[in-house]
């Protein structure tokens, strides 16, 4: 089997040079010259290899083709690279690797759109953690400091241990600043922070890792501070994180999306406005967040029809009042129930006047919706 840039699949052939950008072409030739032992459309045949075989290491990766005259022929090895060739392949055209992903989504993105136009539609974000092999991620860490806080105050009942010892861990591996603590799924480890946008397809479109370049790049971004809760930390980071992807990601690529979808850590009025306003989405659906609602408010329940019921008496069906656009808050709309006093006429007889008493009702999942 001879090597041709073009790859047979299952599914056909894959060109990898339609989606190799030039200016990777000439950084990679300007850099090795003439006298190259391997092409770039080798090289990055090898890492599409390794990730459709799942194998975890270049060592690994290595070995194989140094068993398999097939899959170097696929690649288009005469020799097996060394695992140094592998590593500063990836360090040093780091930034050409993070262009040709931006181009692969330009290029997939109508084939999204073909296979299914509803949920190629949707825009989906949320904030991740890649998590890397350091000390911090060893469980026994963080074992180790809460047994210590427990000898510590074995005599104090009061003292809450495991909020103490997520106060004594540090914000940051100590092997890489920018890998963060972070809570996810109920447990403590330490990432790297990114956000992440895919559509209902689940094919990824765009990861932002939220390093000191990033934040360089976003001065507008306030500086997070470690609070007493975990669920409140992520939930401020999330928040601060959208706008900004959002703009590198519509910055990169001319697409249009009409749903906007999140979960309830994206809930808060500024949200709403701009994913409207300034990123054109149609509508934007986001659970409400507990924290955001307040608890001493009395809640309304809904009939069949999903209409709001009085807070206060739930026999009383509400009526839609229109819309209500206050100075610098988001669109709402307003419902409203009627109610009959009797009050008493000079002392010579009663009659009953209606009194119409309003209350603004938030459904629990906000939908906005252009009009």
């Given at each position: 089997?001879?090597?041709?840039?073009?790859?047979?699949?299952?599914?056909?052939?894959?060109?990898?040079?339609?989606?190799?950008?030039?200016?990777?072409?000439?950084?990679?030739?300007?850099?090795?010259?003439?006298?190259?032992?391997?092409?770039?459309?080798?090289?990055?045949?090898?890492?599409?290899?390794?990730?459709?075989?799942?194998?975890?290491?270049?060592?690994?990766?290595?070995?194989?083709?140094?068993?398999?005259?097939?899959?170097?022929?696929?690649?288009?090895?005469?020799?097996?690279?060394?695992?140094?060739?592998?590593?500063?392949?990836?360090?040093?055209?780091?930034?050409?690797?993070?262009?040709?992903?931006?181009?692969?989504?330009?290029?997939?993105?109508?084939?999204?759109?073909?296979?299914?136009?509803l949920?190629?539609?949707?825009?989906?974000?949320?904030?991740?953690?890649?998590?890397?092999?350091?000390?911090?991620?060893?469980?026994?860490?963080?074992?180790?400091?809460?047994?210590?806080?427990?000898n510590?105050y074995?005599?104090?009942?009061?003292?809450?241990?495991?909020?103490?010892a997520?106060?004594?861990?540090?914000?940051?591996?100590?092997?890489?600043?920018?890998?963060k603590?972070?809570?996810?799924?109920?447990?403590?480890?330490?990432?790297?922070?990114?956000?992440?946008?895919?559509?209902?397809?689940?094919?990824?479109?765009?990861?932002?890792?939220?390093?000191?370049?990033?934040k360089?790049?976003?001065?507008?971004?306030?500086?997070?501070?470690?609070?007493?809760?975990?669920?409140?930390?992520?939930?401020?980071?999330?928040?601060?994180?959208?706008?900004?992807?959002?703009?590198?990601?519509?910055?990169?690529?001319?697409?249009?999306?009409?749903?906007?979808?999140?979960?309830?850590?994206?809930?808060?009025?500024?949200?709403?406005?701009?994913?409207?306003?300034?990123?054109?989405?149609?509508?934007?659906?986001?659970?409400?967040?507990?924290?955001?609602t307040?608890?001493?408010?009395?809640?309304?329940?809904?009939?069949?029809?999903?209409?709001?019921?009085?807070?206060?008496?739930?026999?009383?069906?509400?009526?839609?009042?229109?819309?209500?656009?206050g100075?610098?808050?988001?669109?709402?709309?307003?419902f409203?129930?009627?109610?009959?006093?009797?009050?008493?006429?000079?002392?010579?007889?009663?009659?009953?006047?209606?009194?119409?008493?309003?209350?603004?009702?938030?459904?629990?999942?906000?939908?906005?919706?252009?009009?």
């Amino acid at each position: 089997m001879s090597f041709n840039s073009k790859k047979q699949l299952s599914f056909g052939y894959l060109d990898l040079s339609e989606f190799i950008p030039a200016s990777f072409y000439t950084a990679y030739y300007k850099y090795f010259g003439r006298k190259r032992e391997y092409g770039l459309e080798s090289m990055l045949s090898a890492f599409i290899l390794q990730k459709i075989l799942g194998i975890p290491t270049l060592v690994l990766l290595v070995n194989i083709f140094a068993l398999s005259s097939d899959l170097r022929d696929f690649c288009g090895f005469k020799s097996v690279p060394d695992i140094s060739q592998f590593s500063r392949f990836k360090t040093k055209f780091e930034d050409h690797l993070e262009d040709l992903f931006y181009h692969l989504v330009d290029v997939t993105e109508p084939l999204c759109r073909k296979i299914d136009p509803l949920k190629s539609d949707l825009f989906i974000y949320d904030t991740t953690g890649f998590e890397p092999y350091v000390t911090e991620n060893n469980p026994k860490y963080i074992n180790n400091i809460i047994r210590r806080l427990k000898n510590i105050y074995r005599n104090n009942k009061a003292v809450n241990v495991y909020a103490f010892a997520y106060q004594s861990m540090p914000s940051s591996a100590q092997f890489n600043q920018e890998i963060k603590q972070l809570y996810i799924n109920g447990h403590f480890c330490y990432v790297y922070k990114a956000g992440i946008v895919t559509n209902r397809l689940g094919v990824i479109h765009h990861i932002s890792f939220f390093d000191d370049e990033f934040k360089d790049n976003h001065l507008e971004i306030p500086v997070e501070k470690k609070s007493d809760s975990p669920d409140e930390d992520k939930s401020i980071g999330d928040s601060t994180s959208l706008k900004p992807v959002l703009e590198d990601y519509f910055n990169l690529h001319n697409h249009h999306y009409s749903t906007f979808i999140a979960d309830s850590a994206f809930d808060n009025y500024q949200t709403y406005s701009f994913l409207i306003k300034d990123f054109g989405f149609d509508k934007a659906v986001i659970p409400l967040n507990s924290r955001n609602t307040n608890s001493d408010l009395p809640q309304p329940e809904y009939n069949k029809n999903g209409w709001p019921l009085c807070p206060k008496d739930s026999s009383l069906p509400m009526k839609p009042n229109g819309w209500c656009r206050g100075k610098k808050r988001s669109l709402r709309f307003k419902f409203v129930y009627l109610k009959s006093i009797t009050r008493v006429v000079k002392e010579t007889a009663t009659v009953k006047v209606p009194v119409l008493t309003q209350v603004t009702v938030e459904l629990s999942i906000h939908i906005l919706t252009r009009i």
